[in-house]
């Protein structure tokens, strides 16, 4: 973490990327690494704790944000690259992007909602939102620049008494009445859409198993991936891609993310396993899996010859991990 070290104490975003240009290519990617893990990392952390994500959404989450940072760190350290002007403003920017894009398509209404109640939060004179430490706070305007009560007597929506999709403003506006002080947003936010039945569908609760994992548990986890894709590495390129692009997890999500998450494979390695740039992997990320069709189409093959070869390729990884003695 030498390099992380020497410039932990430098805020300005930019001098670190010029300092990034003029470092050998090993050197350069060993510093994005260090940007990545010691800055970025813990920073989108933080945010994704603030922004109230899901943990089993918060690795998905974090994974598709750093993959996007190094893609965008290695083209912004090219001789020509465009400068990031402060990192990590920029890694704030893109985490909440990330995240807003997540909750849009997981909880589309109350991703409505939410935007709604921010637009009139922002253009209604009589209220306001703001940060307060590290989290979003709402109520009058008068009460701006307050810290937020979390214990206060919350009114129960059906005592705001109003036409509540006719009149929004006057909704909000008799319920931060009642609560007579500043509150989080997303206390407005879960009241709002108790008042205006807004809901989706419930997310699907994590499995018990998961949820008690232990330290050995993730261990033997991490070993066992470790082995599956050194084994992986020495398919032929063919059986590779056939497999890659159509791997998936126990929820038919692309199981790439799995790789990164543990520290397994880095998002170079798996763009060379698939003889493709980390570039040209980043723009497909939030597609993968592809269905057969896609997979025949990129490797000018037909659908039934990219089965035999995810075939093969997955008879010999069950026979070498057999011979090991791994299930």
């Not at 104490?9 to 050197?27: F, K, M, S, T, V």
């Not at 009589?126 to 979003?136: H, N, P, T, V, Y």
């Not at 205006?196 to 569908?201: E, G, L, T, Y």
């Not at 497999?243 to 997890?249: I, S």
């Amino acid at each position: 973490m030498v390099y992380l070290q020497r410039q932990r104490d430098e805020p300005d975003g930019d001098a670190r990327i010029e300092r990034l240009r003029g470092l050998g290519e090993a050197e350069r990617e060993q510093a994005i690494g260090e940007l990545i893990a010691g800055l970025a990392r813990p920073q989108i952390e933080r945010l994704l704790r603030r922004a109230t994500v899901r943990p089993e959404d918060a690795d998905d989450i974090l994974a598709t944000v750093s993959l996007r940072l190094l893609v965008r760190l290695r083209a912004a350290a090219a001789p020509c690259g465009d400068p990031i002007e402060r990192l990590e403003e920029y890694v704030t920017t893109l985490t909440f992007n990330v995240v807003n894009d997540h909750f849009r398509r997981r909880f589309p209404q109350r991703a409505r909602l939410k935007n709604r109640l921010r637009y009139l939060l922002t253009r209604d004179a009589r209220m306001a939102l703001w940060s307060s430490g590290d989290q979003l706070v709402c109520g009058l305007a008068g009460w701006r620049g307050r810290g937020a009560q979390t214990i206060v007597p919350v009114p129960r929506t059906d005592q705001i008494v109003c036409p509540p999709p006719h009149q929004p403003a006057e909704a909000v506006l008799a319920w931060f009445a009642r609560c007579g002080a500043p509150v989080p947003f997303e206390m407005l936010v879960d009241a709002m859409a108790e008042l205006w039945h807004v809901a989706d569908a419930p997310p699907a609760p994590v499995p018990a198993e998961q949820a008690s994992e232990s330290p050995r548990a993730s261990a033997e986890w991490r070993q066992l991936l470790m082995n599956l894709w050194r084994e992986i590495a020495q398919l032929r390129p063919m059986q590779r891609k056939a497999l890659l692009l159509n791997l998936r997890d126990a929820e038919t999500s692309h199981a790439l993310n799995l790789f990164v998450l543990t520290g397994v494979a880095s998002v170079g390695e798996l763009a060379a396993a698939l003889e493709m740039t980390a570039a040209a992997l980043e723009a497909i990320w939030n597609e993968l899996p592809f269905d057969d069709l896609r997979i025949a189409g990129m490797l000018q093959l037909t659908r039934q010859q990219v089965i035999n070869l995810r075939k093969s390729a997955r008879e010999r990884l069950t026979r070498r991990m057999a011979q090991k003695g791994m299930p």
